[in-house]
């Protein structure tokens, strides 16, 4: 054959006929045009997601690939976005509640007690006490669900199917308490602006009591489970590795940063809701690795256990939504006939005693209550890491603007720094370990 | 809908008074339709609407005062005064109104400076003060904000600066290389305002469609929707339906 090798196209050596020229595409060369550049001899760019099992939600990635060894990792994001934030705006500033509570779906209740706490410094009011600690109890309670999740899906990708049936059995008495205590098992609109939509029900206490009992034994199990396990230690162990600099240049908060080292956690150093005065440490590690945030994970579900304990003790009888009426939501909510509705007794009242009761009712359901002008920004410390509001009131009915700082949006950016130059499995592991939310990512 | 942005013809007659901060329109004295209950097109506005125009006076009280004078000390009175065009103290927080040129400087010096250390930047984020309320939005008072919220893990102290654009000029210079975390902030930032950060390493949608039109979370952003029976009742999309402002 008299084609020859051309240095200026050497994918199509040609030759003259009688035809005209005739380009015949080679092949085999590769070792040939490759020559000095760069990229390796296996680089394969793989997308994975964003329908995965391995992904943790809806989570695109695209990965470049030497053989197995991850060289660049993009994540993709944005399937899930639901423009919460801009429905809330043409909702009245009680209906928020419903919306913001679907954001991070697996901390629902973090996203209602934060929104709610924008509303009331805008309105320059304050929860009863009684509403404040059933809203920490029931944060807490919401806490070790999103973590025993977070251990459950995390383990389910790393092929641990029995930290996944356990994690959710676990969480599923979580479920239940809050099911009984709010009425759902999750999406609750439970916390309203002012202070929560109803007490707590007859027997939950005692029902809360029982799961602190049984809890301590299940979080040993997890660690007899997994925590001694090899093949656990292996996987996490120096995988998705972020110090703290890395953590404070990329803003990942939560057990990311406390698995790095800084004991920074709002409960303690911006204190809400009274946490200044309850006794819980804040566990941290000092790996910096996927091992050290599953470590902090499962100590704060200890420590949640000894919060909702104290916040036990410390339930007094009261009211649990502000007196004024021109906030608190009129009727309280009772199980009729038709099922769950306005109390016979509130409608008796508004229908055949009180002319005034009736405006305020009507006003508030239809109208909302006005919210003075201003901004806030409030940060709590969500399972996740900070959960931030920022919301803006122009002095009518309806949010001007509600900003979420989700910690999983945030937190999420940090996966290419952990997963870089480190094996393709150990993306799953590092992912896994961010624990992001979806729901809160896209919101 | 009636809005505050047609306050301009709102005849004084009808009960709106217009002085050039709040006003009140709409109530009993609504014309031109047939409710008189006074829901339909009542109008209240506080003054300067969403966007409050006054400026706090000094001491701000609390760590204000510290965080104001250490930034003083850091990028020097003259670029100070160029730089911050007020401040607002308001419900415990404090805010700087930031001219964009000197954006860059400011977050520099608020990180770096030992009496500062503004280490994490909590969330960036826009806000669209279009018809807030107050003066209309134009060159003097533009509309498309850039809100940067600034924690001190070292201090525990937050702040915030405010950035404000208008949507012909949206351009704020991106402070990603001060902070490498508000990358994505900024992406989403631009994704649902279309505010342009300059500098930003790879500024595309983030939540939206590479190929979306518009910027979503604009207020000017047609909201779409189809009426919904339910009920034999007609309920309108919700941007069309009554305001009870």
Known sequence: ?443 | MTGPGDRSDADPAQGAQAPSDGFRKGAFGVTGSGDTSGFGGLVRVEPGGAVALHSTERPYGGYFDEVTDALIEAVGEATYAAAVRRVLVDRGEITYFVEREHLLTLVQALRDDEALRFELCSSVSGVDYLDSGGPAAGPHRPRLHAVYHLTSMTYRRRIRLEVAVTAEDPHVPSVTSVYPTADWHERETFDMFGIVFDGHPALTRILMPDDWDGHPQRKDYPLGGVPVEYHDATIPPPDTRRSYR
């Open chain 1, 1 to 443: 054959m008299s084609t020859t090798y051309n240095p200026a196209d050497p994918y199509a050596g040609s030759r003259e006929t009688t035809e005209g020229r005739v380009y015949t595409v080679t092949g085999g060369d590769w070792d040939l045009t490759i020559g000095g550049d760069a990229v390796g001899e296996e680089r394969l760019v793989v997308n994975m997601g964003p329908q995965h099992p391995s992904t943790h939600g809806v989570l695109r990635l695209v990965l470049d690939l030497e053989g197995e060894t991850v060289t660049k990792a993009r994540v993709v994001i944005g399937y899930l976005h639901t423009g919460i934030e801009k429905n809330v705006e043409y909702r009245n500033w009680v209906q928020g509640t419903t919306f913001v509570t679907r954001m991070d779906y697996l901390a629902p209740l973090y996203n209602e007690a934060a929104y709610c706490m924008a509303v009331e410094k805008l309105l320059g009011i304050e929860a009863p006490q009684r509403a404040q600690t059933i809203r920490l109890l029931v944060m807490e309670i919401n806490r070790i669900a999103s973590h025993l999740v977070g251990l459950a899906t995390g383990g389910m990708e790393l092929g641990a199917l029995t930290a996944m049936t356990n994690g959710f059995r676990e969480r599923e008495m979580c479920l239940d308490l809050l099911e009984e205590i709010t009425g759902l098992r999750m999406n609750h609109a439970y916390i309203r602006p002012g202070g929560l939509a109803q007490d707590l029900p007859e027997g939950a206490v005692e029902h809360i009591r029982e799961f602190l009992e049984v809890m301590p034994a299940r979080v040993a199990d997890f660690h007899r489970l997994l925590t001694g396990q090899p093949i656990w230690q292996r996987r996490l162990k120096d995988v998705g590795y972020l110090d703290v600099t890395g953590c404070l240049a990329l803003g990942a908060t939560g057990p990311i940063l406390r698995a790095a080292g800084l004991p920074w956690d709002l409960r303690k150093v911006e204190p809400y809701l009274g946490y200044e005065t309850y006794d819980f440490e804040v566990p941290t590690a000092d790996t910096a690795d996927a091992w050290g945030r599953y470590l902090v994970r499962m100590a704060e579900v200890n420590e949640s256990l000894k919060l909702i304990a104290q916040a036990l003790d410390r339930l007094e009888p009261g009211p649990v939504m502000v007196e004024d009426r021109k906030i608190a939501w009129p009727a309280q909510l009772s199980l009729g006939a038709d099922g769950m509705g306005n109390s016979l007794e509130h409608v008796r009242h508004i229908m055949g005693q009180s002319m005034e009761a009736l405006i305020h009712h009507f006003k508030l359901v239809t109208e909302g209550f006005r919210v003075p002008a201003g901004q806030v920004y409030v940060p709590i410390e969500s399972p996740r890491g900070e959960l931030g509001y920022h919301v803006v009131s122009d002095g009518s009915t309806r949010p001007w603007r509600v900003h979420v700082r989700d910690p999983s949006f945030v937190n999420l950016q940090a996966t290419a720094a952990m997963s870089e130059g480190g094996m393709i499995a150990d993306v799953i592991a590092a992912i896994a370990s961010i624990d992001p939310v979806m729901g809160g990512v896209d919101r």
